[in-house]
C-alpha cells in the first residue's frame, strides 16, 4: 500500500500534513473526535485519498453536531481541489462555459446548507455523498442558465450510495401500501386518458400516437398527416388541453365534455389548381 508523503499529501488535500494535527488540535473543545482524526494521521500506511476520505468524513460528522466554523474550514481545505476538478470535469461533459469556481461554490453552500443529510456510516461517505452534491449542483446549474428541463444523466454519473431506510414490519407494511395506492391512482389516470383520447378525431388521436408514442419528430410527422407543420403544432396543443380538460373536469364532479375536432372538408374536385395550392 501507498505511504503518504507529505509534499505529496499537501498538492492532494490543500492543506500541509505536517499542519494537520496542529489543526486537528485547535478542535479539541468544539468537537469530539479529534484523538481518532490524530490516530488517522498517525497512520502511514494509509494512501493520500484514505486519508482525505476518512478525514473529510469525521469532520463532517463533527460539523453536522457542532456547526463550527472551524470545522468547515478545514473541510473546505481538504476537499476544495479534487471537487474542482470534479466540478470543472462535470461542466466539460456537458459543453457548459460556467465559471467552475462559482459551481464550486454553490457545491460547499449546499454541503453547508444540509448537514443534517449527511450519514457517516462509511469511511467515505463524505467523498460519495459530496459527488452527489456536485452532480445535482451542476445540473441545477445548468437548467438555471436555460439549457433545458431535461438533461440526460451518464450511467457513471449515479451516486454509488445506497439510501438510507430502517426496516421494520411497519415500515414495510407501509410501503406497500403506497405503493398499491400508486398502482391504482395511476391506473385509473391511464382509463380517463385511454377514455377521452377515443373522444378525439381521428386526425387528432393519429397525430398524438405519431409524436408520443412513435416518437416521431413535428416535421415528419406533419408529412405522414400530409399537413403543415403549423397545423400539426396546433392540432397535438389542442388534443392535449382537450384530454388536460376533460380529466380535470372528471375530478372536480363534472361531465367531461371532451368533443372532437371537426375533420376538414375534403378538397372539391372541381378546384382551380392555383386555388387548392393555395389551401394547401
Same mark, same amino acid.
Given at each position: 500500500?501507498?505511504?503518504?508523503?507529505?509534499?505529496?499529501?499537501?498538492?492532494?488535500?490543500?492543506?500541509?500534513?505536517?499542519?494537520?494535527?496542529?489543526?486537528?488540535?485547535?478542535?479539541?473543545?468544539?468537537?469530539?473526535?479529534?484523538?481518532?482524526?490524530?490516530?488517522?494521521?498517525?497512520?502511514?500506511?494509509?494512501?493520500?485519498?484514505?486519508?482525505?476520505?476518512?478525514?473529510?468524513?469525521?469532520?463532517?460528522?463533527?460539523?453536522?453536531?457542532?456547526?463550527?466554523?472551524?470545522?468547515?474550514?478545514?473541510?473546505?481545505?481538504?476537499?476544495?481541489?479534487?471537487?474542482?476538478?470534479?466540478?470543472?470535469?462535470?461542466?466539460?461533459?456537458?459543453?457548459?462555459?460556467?465559471?467552475?469556481?462559482?459551481?464550486?461554490?454553490?457545491?460547499?453552500?449546499?454541503?453547508?446548507?444540509?448537514?443534517?443529510?449527511?450519514?457517516?456510516?462509511?469511511?467515505?461517505?463524505?467523498?460519495?455523498?459530496?459527488?452527489?452534491?456536485?452532480?445535482?449542483?451542476?445540473?441545477?446549474?445548468?437548467?438555471?442558465?436555460?439549457?433545458?428541463?431535461?438533461?440526460?444523466?451518464?450511467?457513471?454519473?449515479?451516486?454509488?450510495?445506497?439510501?438510507?431506510?430502517?426496516?421494520?414490519?411497519?415500515?414495510?407494511?407501509?410501503?406497500?401500501?403506497?405503493?398499491?395506492?400508486?398502482? %391504482? #391512482?395511476? @391506473?385509473?389516470? &391511464?382509463?380517463?386518458? !385511454?377514455?377521452?383520447?377515443? =373522444?378525439?378525431?381521428? +386526425?387528432? $388521436? *393519429?397525430?398524438?400516437?405519431?409524436?408520443?408514442?412513435?416518437?416521431?419528430?413535428? %416535421? #415528419?410527422? @406533419?408529412?405522414? &398527416?400530409?399537413?403543415? !407543420?403549423?397545423?400539426?403544432? =396546433?392540432?397535438?396543443? +389542442?388534443? $392535449? *388541453?382537450?384530454?388536460?380538460?376533460?380529466?380535470?373536469?372528471?375530478?372536480?364532479?363534472?361531465?367531461?365534455?371532451?368533443?372532437?375536432?371537426?375533420?376538414?372538408?375534403?378538397?372539391?374536385?372541381?378546384?382551380?389548381?392555383?386555388?387548392?395550392?393555395?389551401?394547401?
Amino acid at each position: 500500500m501507498q505511504s503518504t508523503d507529505p509534499s505529496n499529501a499537501s498538492a492532494q488535500t490543500g492543506v500541509s500534513l505536517e499542519r494537520l494535527p496542529e489543526r486537528i488540535n485547535s478542535l479539541k473543545g468544539e468537537v469530539a473526535q479529534t484523538e481518532h482524526m490524530l490516530a488517522l494521521i498517525a497512520d502511514r500506511t494509509r494512501t493520500h485519498e484514505s486519508l482525505r476520505d476518512a478525514l473529510s468524513t469525521r469532520l463532517m460528522e463533527s460539523f453536522r453536531l457542532a456547526q463550527t466554523k472551524q470545522c468547515f474550514g478545514l473541510l473546505y481545505e481538504l476537499n476544495s481541489q479534487h471537487l474542482y476538478a470534479q466540478v470543472a470535469g462535470r461542466l466539460r461533459r456537458y459543453s457548459s462555459k460556467a465559471d467552475p469556481h462559482d459551481v464550486l461554490q454553490e457545491v460547499f453552500f449546499n454541503v453547508y446548507r444540509y448537514p443534517h443529510r449527511f450519514n457517516s456510516e462509511r469511511e467515505d461517505a463524505f467523498r460519495v455523498w459530496s459527488a452527489m452534491i456536485v452532480r445535482n449542483t451542476v445540473l441545477k446549474h445548468l437548467r438555471s442558465q436555460g439549457r433545458g428541463g431535461r438533461v440526460e444523466i451518464p450511467f457513471e454519473d449515479l451516486s454509488d450510495q445506497p439510501e438510507a431506510r430502517s426496516q421494520n414490519p411497519l415500515n414495510g407494511a407501509i410501503e406497500k401500501e403506497s405503493n398499491a395506492e400508486c398502482s %391504482r #391512482v395511476y @391506473a385509473n389516470y &391511464l382509463q380517463l386518458y !385511454l377514455r377521452f383520447y377515443s =373522444m378525439l378525431s381521428e +386526425r387528432e $388521436r *393519429r397525430a398524438l400516437h405519431l409524436v408520443e408514442v412513435e416518437d416521431y419528430s413535428y %416535421r #415528419v410527422a @406533419a408529412q405522414d &398527416l400530409d399537413i403543415k !407543420l403549423e397545423n400539426l403544432k =396546433m392540432v397535438i396543443f +389542442r388534443a $392535449r *388541453r382537450k384530454i388536460h380538460r376533460a380529466m380535470r373536469r372528471v375530478f372536480d364532479g363534472l361531465p367531461p365534455d371532451c368533443r372532437p375536432a371537426r375533420d376538414p372538408k375534403p378538397r372539391a374536385a372541381t378546384s382551380k389548381p392555383a386555388t387548392e395550392e393555395g389551401e394547401r
